[in-house]
């Protein structure tokens, strides 16, 4: 008798096929700034637009009331050959004001100087708050079904597809500033149901800093630069920080899981997502469910390591969303199940001794187990940034019918939040007009006028009841689709300004994560406290730092304090009895290859067939080959030339996940200090290798990433004090063999044999 399948994964295979054959092979390599390649010459004979890349779209088509229009994009793109006024007038001439003599005063009659420069001079908005700094892409999700018994959700009934639009970003720092810092990050989704937009807004960490919105003000001035100098920049580590939350220690959980390798993801790609909060599901019977969301990437969780994201942030500041953009280009389209926890809608609202109103508490996998629901695929990038990426308004309130909210106090704070937040972003209350964030389905809402409102209502009576206009809009019932809260009971209690008494444990979770960590993670963690508090001036905020360490962990505590030079105090109370969670570990499993960079360094002149295998080999696997030559330009000459991505100039370890030597260049005529800061004429004159080279492979090596050899490549690793047994590192005579055993440790994320941890 054959073995039956399990029926959510059999939808999901189904589901990712039909993905897979959707995808388009796009370019070779990522990366190219526009669909056709640039002439030397500027171009002046008259022509439309050009049209997007290939991997880029925009909003769907719908009026500003959810209805589908059907226009093509380019149809709501600026068009026309011509460069003309905001009113359409042609222009000819826009390099010159309007003056009075080739040498005179401007004109004040100069219209089109005034229309350009008051465009310019207003282009900006406010930025957020917080999650200034973002990443966004299209994509559709596509429901197994699995989740009809909790919900009457339409998009999650089994086969449904949606489109989506997902952004991601950093927490604390501004627009302009590094992706690769330590920060929480946000992951938040918007779904365009045929019910109406729903926003999934959560974060890459499951847990908050805080309970309460109300004190979602304090966090976030303790966290942003220091206001009498505006330093440090989209970090954490300094003193008001630290002074907060080790006063309020209700955020040691969360701040645990940033100080974790969760701070410093790999990639946008390969970050789990959490919807944090508790929310309540109701089914077609009006039964309830409580559920938490959880978004799961088909690469597993992987991050950097912390010297890495470091240089990262030098190197390349726009790493994350650079990584994002140029995986989709390639076709390697990431995906996310969708999974949920379900609890049972008791009165207590809680689960094994666990609170599921507050947001500092996880509800261990191994206690509920991540249910799958539906698959997300995101595959298109967008067209253009400020009009998607920057203008794309979420809201914790935008819900559909099936899904509703619970008690939890920082849930509330944040319905009301994110609606004013978006009315002094985008400049009034029809934010929900803009492209982006247009709904799918058809809006009677009697809302009027306002600032931008680029609907044209028509009727004379916006108010209900009424005859004028025939009694439209009429309200719904639970049989045509209306949004109906769940009639939840309220407890008879006092107005108090308090919190229940679980609400007080903030540590014996945070024990429960410190203990679930490998010794190698929780190596990184006592490194990213000793950082942080290390660089902190006021004494009094590291003891009370190494205060709340002591009620997490003994050995966590005395790690950090050696560090920071100070005695390690003793716990203040019990510690916890946890049983650890393995789910909380990033490391021990194998994931898809799908998107890695590869290194391939060349000497520019021999071995180059042996380039042209490793890339064919490298494309085949589904990863991007990147050729690394002493120049650029095109190697090899004749019918079928190797490109160049980077030379030993532009090139860093970081921007790989692994590296393999296709030969032993010599050093290069740039190889010299003046003119590169990362050589070493010492190291050249000794070795006979670029020194930069060299760099290359031995930063690789010490973080943890996969490096091979074939060939004069063999050389290179002598050179770098590299053994050809050494963990991690791959040695052949042919390219293809080498690189299937790198391949074979990409799947692992890092060689982490290499870290020898202590603890």
Known sequence: ???????????????????????????????????????????????????????????????????????????????????????????????????????????????????????????????????????????????????????????????????????????LGSRGSADTVRDTR???????????????????I?????????????????????????????????????????????ATHHTLWNMSDRGIPRSYRMMEGFGIHTFRLVNAEGATTLVKFHWKPKLGVHSQVWEEAQITAGMDPDFHRRDLADAIEAGAFPQWELGVQTFPDNEDQMFEGIDLLDPTKIVPE??????????????????????????????????????????????????????????????????AQLPI????????????????????????????????????????????GAYI???????????????????????????????????????????????????????AVKERGLKAL??????????????????APEATVALASVEPSPALSQLGRTWPVDGRVVGIVTDGETGLDAVREARGVILDAGMVPLVIAPTGGELGGGGDPVTVQRTFATARSTEFDAVVLAGAPVPGADAYGARDAKTDDDVAAATGVDPRVLLLVTEAFRHGKAVGAWGDGATVLEKAGLAADAAGVVSGSAASTVLDGVATLLAGHRVWDRFTPAL
């Open 550 to 567: 002591a009620n997490i962990d003994p050995e966590l505590c005395s790690r950090v304090a050696q560090g920071l030079g100070l005695p």
């Open 186 to 204: 946000g992951f938040a989704t918007k779904f365009y149901t045929e019910e109406g937009v729903f926003d999934l807004v959560g974060n890459n």
């Open 206 to 250: 499951p847990v908050f800093f805080i309970q309460d919105a109300i004190k979602f003000p304090d966090i976030i001035h303790a966290g942003k630069p220091h206001p009498d100098r505006e330093i440090p920049q989209a970090q954490s580590a300094h003193d008001t920080f630290w002074d907060f939350v080790t006063l309020h220690t209700e």
């Open 1 to 171: 008798m054959s073995e039956k399948k399990n029926p959510v994964s059999a939808a999901a295979e189904k589901i990712a096929g039909k993905v897979q054959e959707a995808v388009s092979p796009g370019n070779e390599l990522p990366g190219a700034p526009g669909p056709e390649a640039a002439q030397v010459e500027e171009p002046t004979k008259a022509r439309e637009p050009l049209p997007p890349k290939h991997d880029q779209t925009g909003p769907d088509t719908y009026s500003p009331t959810g209805q589908p229009t059907g226009a093509p994009q380019d149809k709501v793109a600026q068009g026309g050959a011509y460069l003309t006024t905001a009113q359409g007038a042609r222009l000819y001439d826009t390099d010159h004001s309007l003056k009075a003599g080739p040498r005179g005063p401007v004109l004040l009659q100069d219209h089109h100087l005034r229309e350009k420069i008051t465009h310019f001079d207003h282009e900006r908005i406010p930025e957020r708050v917080v999650h200034a700094r973002g990443a966004a892409a299209h994509g559709v999700f596509r429901a197994y079904g699995a989740a009809a018994g909790i919900t009457k959700a339409a998009f999650l009934a089994e086969g449904a597809e949606t489109p989506v639009f997902v952004r991601f970003s950093t927490v």
């Open 366 to 431: 191994e206690l509920a187990p991540v249910r799958p629901i539906g698959l997300m695929t995101l595959n298109a990038n967008p067209s253009n940034y400020f009009a998607e990426t920057e203008q794309v308004a979420f809201h914790v309130g935008h819900m559909v019918p099936g899904i509703d909210v619970t008690n939890d106090p920082l849930m509330q704070g944040r319905l009301f939040s994110y609606i004013d937040t978006q009315i002094t972003r985008l400049g009034g209350p029809n934010f």
């Open 485 to 539: 809260e769940v009639p939840a009971e309220v407890p008879a209690a006092r107005k108090v300004r308090d919190a229940a008494a679980s609400f007080d444990d903030h540590f014996s979770q945070a024990r429960l994560f410190w203990l679930s960590m490998t010794p190698t993670e929780r190596e990184h963690i006592v490194a990213a406290y000793t950082f942080e508090l290390g660089k902190c001036w006021e004494k």
């Open 437 to 480: 964030n247009r709904t799918h389905a058809p809006v009677n809402d009697m809302l009027r006028d306002g600032m931008h409102q680029t609907a044209v209502h028509r009727g004379v009576a916006p108010y209900r009841p009424n005859s004028l206009d025939g009694g439209c809009p009429f309200v719904a019932g639970a049989d045509t």
